[in-house]
T-cell receptor, first 115, second 113 residues
């Protein structure tokens, strides 16, 4: 399809392991966001990529979290030495900025469970 | 940091009732977006507002861009069970890297048959 694709849709891991979450944005979208959402909670901003600008990493909760966006397209969110409190849904979104403003389109998320 | 406050936090209403929720910011926004999130899915864009005072409809949904540019309202008329979900407002915050969309705290809507 033409939407934002995230993989895997579900990930179960053991405490202390590293995980990689992938996001394929909509083709041509210049901006890409990662958010985290705990059960029943709002969207917690993690990191933002816009074109060739330096990413806004202000939302990353610790240095165990990092993200890359290669070639201005696919992005990978890496969590090292996972902890139980990292369990959440990780949502990726991409956007197209036009003269009318910016509209974000979300993927279905990756449900991460840390045992 | 900048926050968008939504109210009410949650609502439990009867099918057929009209629903109203709002979003406020301490800063002026040039754009307001309203999203709906259903269980197990990412948020989906419902309505986008680009001009102060603008009133835009999408089926039974109507949203307004407040005149002060610091608030926005979303109304749902004649609610039905499939309106259940979490409704988020969003607006752009200017950062060093450009405009970054920031989301409100969400309003959870539950509809009783």
């Amino acid at each position: 399809g033409a939407g934002v694709s995230q993989s895997p849709s579900n990930k179960v891991t053991e405490k202390g392991k590293d995980v990689e979450l992938r996001c394929d944005p909509i083709s041509g979208h210049t901006a890409l966001y990662w958010y985290r959402q705990s059960l029943g909670q709002g969207l917690e901003f993690l990191i933002y990529f816009q074109g060739n600008s330096a990413p806004d990493k202000s939302g990353l909760p610790s240095d165990r979290f990092s993200a890359e966006r290669t070639g201005g397209s696919v992005s990978t969110l890496t969590i090292q030495r996972t902890q139980q409190e990292d369990s959440a849904v990780y949502l990726c979104a991409s956007s197209l900025v036009s003269e009318f403003g910016e509209k974000l389109f979300f993927g279905s998320g990756t449900q991460l469970s840390v045992l | 940091g900048q926050q968008l406050n939504q109210s009410p936090q949650s609502m439990f209403i009867q099918e057929g009732e009209d629903v109203s929720m709002n979003c406020t910011s301490s800063s002026i926004f040039n754009t307001w977006l309203w999203y709906k999130q259903e269980p197990g899915e990412g948020p989906v864009l419902l309505i986008a507002l680009y001009k102060a005072g603008e009133l835009t409809s999408n089926g039974r949904l109507t949203a307004q861009f407040g005149i002060t540019r610091k608030d926005s309202f979303l109304n749902i008329s004649a609610s039905i069970p499939s309106d259940v979900g979490i409704y988020f407002c969003a607006g752009p915050i200017l950062t060093g890297g450009g405009n970054k969309l920031t989301f409100g705290t969400g309003t959870q809507l539950k509809v009783e048959l």
